[in-house]
């Protein structure tokens, strides 16, 4: 990647740096971050391209695919071995309400460039981690566990996001209510678009298509219908077979 595009930067992002990973489920994701000059206008033909140059120096590695907004390398059938290539220019220093941090520019599906600043985002996550006493974290790995364990298609991102924005100002975390109640949110919301709490990436999407929205509205109600059955569940065994249920009888470790 350093003779293909210069890379000045190569550091590791997403959920499993920030500890909301899910064991056997979540891939790690990198940021390459190059000159601006050097990446091409369109970022559909920078991911082709950082794809063709993976694939030449992992020559032994079947299936190097595009999936935008990074290339995706399987050196395994196992996720922990998975990984995901960003690549991005330094855009600026973004000043939050939470602090400075360094903001990128990164693929979008459209072919175009979107802002970004992982290290925004982490901390944001972070902090209202902190202010529950490390609950939060734990909230959104249960989250992503159900959607990993039921199959999905909703942004792992997005989920972090809402999570943690519900989280905020709440007294306390409880996992059986507030999971009811994320799912509920979700389900009465269609999934719609979220402000991202930092101020950094626009507009957040719940999906990458409307058929994958679609299908992923249809398990967000059964998720908020068997939840606010568990919580009214007038016995323990029935509750516990619900929540069973809700994780397909799989609930990954933590």
Known sequence: MENRWGCIRFVEIGSVGNGTGIRNHS???NLMVAPTKRLPVNSSIALSQTREAL??????TESIVVN????????SGYASEVIEVVPAVFDTVRQTLRGSFAQYIIPS???EWMEASPDAHNTYVKQVDAEHGGQVKRLIQLVKAWKYTQQVPISSFYLELRVTKYC???SNVSFTRDLRNIFKQLSDGDLADMRDPMG????????????K????LSKIDTAASRSDRALRATTAKKA???????FKYSLPAL
């Open 240 to 246: 516990h077979e619900l929540w069973d249920l809700l």
């Open 213 to 216: 929205k679609e299908a992923a």
């Open 55 to 60: 694939q030449r120096t992992f020559t032994a």
């Open 27 to 29: 891939d790690t994701d």
């Open 68 to 75: 935008t907004p990074a290339v995706r390398i399987p050196f």
């Open 200 to 211: 950094i990436s626009g507009m957040v999407a719940a999906c990458t298509s409307i058929s």
């Open 168 to 170: 905020e100002g709440k």
């Open 109 to 111: 599906p459209s072919g």
